[in-house]
Nanobody, 124 residues
Framework: QVQLVESGGGLVQAGGSLRLSCAASGRTFSSVAMGWLRQAPGKEREFVAV????????YYADSVKGRFTISRDNAKNTVHLQMNSLKPEDTAVYYC?????????????????WGQGTQVTVSS
């Protein structure tokens, strides 16, 4: 079991930055890949970024590549998403999620544990 709690969302102007954090509880944090996904109003939930169990591998959606950076600290059971050069189209509820799959998961259905989400709003 992994319980996840996100924080760090808010309102920011286009071009600004935000850093999302996710705190995980449970003793199995280092055994799961961690991802960030988002859902905008009226749209399906979509993949944003994922990091491997050890933190040595990452993968990003094309829409955020070069602007967002995912990282994790297994000693502190935390994962972060640094978001730079934010655009209005980044506006969404951002979810932290954990996956036990071997291959880095890039679709929502591959994630087993989810946080409650944090709102990110980017104004133009």
């Amino acid at each position: 079991q992994v319980q996840l709690v996100e924080s760090g969302g808010g309102l920011v102007q286009a071009g600004g930055s935000l850093r999302l954090s996710c705190a995980a509880s449970g003793r199995t944090f280092s055994s799961v890949a961690m991802g960030w996904l988002r859902q905008a109003p009226g749209k399906e939930r979509e993949f944003v970024a994922v990091i491997s169990r050890s933190g040595t591998s990452t993968y990003y959606a094309d829409s955020v590549k070069g602007r967002f950076t995912i990282s994790r600290d297994n000693a502190k059971n935390t994962v972060h998403l640094q978001m730079n050069s934010l655009k209005p189209e980044d506006t969404a509820v951002y979810y932290c999620a954990a996956s036990q799959t071997i291959v880095l998961p890039t679709t929502p259905d591959r994630y087993r544990y989810w946080g409650q989400g944090t709102q990110v709003t980017v104004s133009s």
